[in-house]
């Protein structure tokens, strides 16, 4: 009996996908609930999971194709299931390949290789039986070792050779392009502005070194970071000014009662924003903890719509890739977004002393329409305040 795959059933926001990868190709046995395939749509990318043990013996829709909301994309054999071990067990052996053999490569895989003449015998499997996986083809073609090599965490080579002359052309992944099409529409339909200040990171550094170790302790593993001291100064600094954390919808202003802080994450597919709900209602470690999960989800692709929907306010720290100072860009239909930066020793005067400090610039850039300067600038001192006199927090002062 052969049962449809189908893509998922996509929500309002999300007109079509993409097919992103195959990871079963036709032949090959299937276990119930293991994942088929990935369909990329322009927010996340959705798994489509086997409903029945089975033989995939048809692909319908391949990788690259666009998909509408459950549409068919493949074919499953639930009656093979039983012959499928003795069918696959020889092409599993050919995936290995013999001396002097070519490899066995997916479809992706084998697609990037014709795009960036490479030779399959030159790119590492790192897939099951020495099968070239997609990833493994994409690290060739960057001119680096597959991410399972021990050599992964050395710096990537670059992408062509000194004096090579020659191009590469890819599409834009969905991801990329809604997000292009976003920053776009904030700018040309916002009057947006940016105001900043700084802010002395000592108090926080000397409170983080002197309990990070306790803090890991009681909470079970999770390490106390800066971030988390920012999500709760602007949670507070929100509160006093509300209009910061609203929205605009046509010619109504929308006050928020509560804060989603979004929190702009960098993934190999594009930038995301995964929120935290109801912020203000979370602790420290609360926040640390749902910080690295939404992290960990966006490295391999797992966050949901529903994570990614909402949000009254965003928070982006480009201080990790070593940015001293910039103008983020809101994300609509938000009003504002607070920048983070590296934290860098700066001589500053304090009590008419020049004292060498770790100085973290802020930037706040916002909608004019909804926010005037003094709403943005009391903002920011709010946040500094705070930041710089952490037991402030704790006191509600």
Do not use: C
Request: aromatic share 4%.
């Amino acid at each position: 009996m052969a049962i449809e795959i189908k893509a998922p059933a996509f929500p309002e926001s999300v007109a079509d996908g993409t097919v992103a990868t195959w990871h079963k190709q036709v032949g090959e046995a299937v276990k119930r609930d293991e994942l088929i395939v990935d369909i990329e749509t322009d927010k996340v990318v959705m798994e489509v999971l086997a409903e029945a043990d089975g033989v995939l013996v048809e692909i319908v829709a391949a990788e690259g194709d666009t998909v509408l909301s459950n549409q068919l994309l493949g074919k499953l054999d639930t009656e093979a299931v039983a012959a499928a071990p003795a069918a696959t067990a020889p092409a599993a052996q050919a995936a290995a390949p013999a001396a002097g053999g070519e490899p066995i490569l997916s479809p992706a895989a084998r697609k990037i290789a014709a795009e960036n003449d490479l030779q399959p015998a030159n790119i590492p499997g790192t897939g099951k039986d020495g099968r070239v996986t997609k990833e493994d083809a994409v690290a060739a073609a960057a001119g680096k070792p597959a991410a399972s090599a021990p050599a992964a965490a050395a710096a990537a080579a670059p992408l062509f050779a000194a004096g090579d002359r020659t191009e590469k052309r890819v599409p834009m992944t969905r991801l990329r392009a809604k997000v292009a099409e976003r920053l776009v529409e904030a700018q040309s339909t916002m009057a947006m502005l940016t105001t900043y200040n700084e802010v002395n990171m000592k108090p926080i550094m000397d409170l983080r070194n002197k309990y990070k170790d306790l803090f890991e302790k009681t909470h079970n593993g999770t390490r106390l970071g800066f971030m988390s001291f920012f999500v709760k100064a602007a949670t507070e600094a929100l509160k006093r000014q509300p209009g910061v954390n609203a929205s605009i919808d046509g010619k109504d202003i929308v006050y928020h009662g509560y804060q989603d802080i979004g929190v702009a994450v960098s993934s190999d597919r594009g930038l995301v924003v995964p929120v935290l709900r109801n912020a203000e209602l979370m602790g420290l470690a609360e926040i640390e903890a749902t910080i690295r999960e939404y992290g960990l989800k966006a490295r391999d692709g797992k966050l949901t719509i529903d994570e990614m929907t909402g949000g009254t306010f965003t928070i982006s720290n480009g201080g990790v890739f070593g940015s001293l100072l910039s103008s983020p860009i809101v994300n609509p239909p938000q009003t504002a977004i607070l920048g983070m930066h590296k934290i860098q020793d700066r001589p500053m005067a304090v009590n008419g002393e020049v004292v060498i400090l770790p100085m973290m610039y802020l930037a706040l850039s916002y909608d004019h329409r909804l926010i005037d300067g003094k709403e943005a600038v009391t903002f920011l001192v709010t946040m500094k305040d705070l930041l710089e006199d952490p037991a402030r927090l704790l006191l509600d002062i």
